[in-house]
T-cell receptor, first 114, second 111 residues
Framework: DSGVTQTPKHLITATGQRVTLRCSPR?????VYWYQQSLDQGLQFLIQ???????AKGNILERFSAQQFPDLHSELNLSSLELGDSALYFC?????????????FGPGTRLTVL | TQLLEQSPQFLSIQEGENLTVYCNSS?????LQWYRQEPGEGPVLLVT?????EVKKLKRLTFQFGDARKDSSLHITAAQPGDTGLYLC???????????FGKGTHLIIQP
């Protein structure tokens, strides 16, 4: 158990819909990262928040957005869903935001778009 | 463009054998991390290497960071069925950024 929690564990929805994925970082961690894992692309970095502020952006689509709240939990919002958005979405947290920091990954949310 | 290339993509060997998996890039990274992921779970960090030429050992696992900090290897001695999993390398850069992951090596150790 990494200490990072993600809900829901599974999500099945239809094309065109909007969903919200939730992540609670480890106690004391200020930085939250979101990743997408698909069979063909592997793990891709989407976005990072540090202490409530957006810190870095990766391969995140404009249809996707995220935020980190004052209690440091984070939400990833996916809208106008397409079949290709089906993937595992992982949240990770670290104490600060250095590249050598250990990132602790949650168990993931499996999104299926039908 | 995949910045980190892992090889082999799949590897199936017998218990007791040795193996090496590779992680190569044309880019320089400030750190290189190795993760292991089991089905239905998130990646779990095995090791972080930060210095060119650095070698770290974790029981039967030996990790090496290339002198130029562009590549890394993971060597497993006397592999056991419990080593089965997806091994991922990930590079970190200076400043704010997420990790760049390779696509992984699927390792199966047969009893």
């Amino acid at each position: 158990d990494s200490g990072v929690t993600q809900t829901p564990k599974h999500l099945i929805t239809a094309t065109g819909q909007r969903v919200t994925l939730r992540c609670s970082p480890r106690s004391g961690d200020l930085s939250v990262y979101w990743y997408q894992q698909s069979l063909d692309q592997g793990l891709q970095f989407l976005i990072q928040y540090y202490n409530g502020e957006e810190r870095a952006k990766g391969n995140i689509l404009e249809r996707f957005s995220a935020q980190q709240f004052p209690d440091l939990h984070s939400e990833l919002n996916l809208s106008s869903l397409e079949l290709g958005d089906s993937a595992l979405y992982f949240c990770a947290s670290s104490v600060v935001a250095e590249p050598t920091d250990t990132q602790y990954f949650g168990p993931g949310t499996r999104l299926t778009v039908l | 463009t995949q910045l980190l290339e892992q090889s082999p993509q799949f590897l199936s060997i017998q218990e007791g054998e040795n193996l090496t998996v590779y992680c190569n890039s044309s880019s320089v990274f400030s750190s290189l991390q190795w993760y292991r992921q089991e089905p239905g779970e998130g990646p779990v960090l095995l090791v972080t290497v930060v210095t060119g030429g650095e070698v770290k050992k974790l029981k039967r696992l030996t990790f090496q960071f290339g002198d130029a900090r562009k590549d890394s290897s993971l060597h497993i001695t006397a592999a056991q069925p419990g080593d089965t999993g997806l091994y991922l390398c990930a590079g970190g850069r200076g400043g704010a950024d997420g990790l760049t992951f390779g696509k992984g090596t699927h390792l199966i150790i047969q009893p």
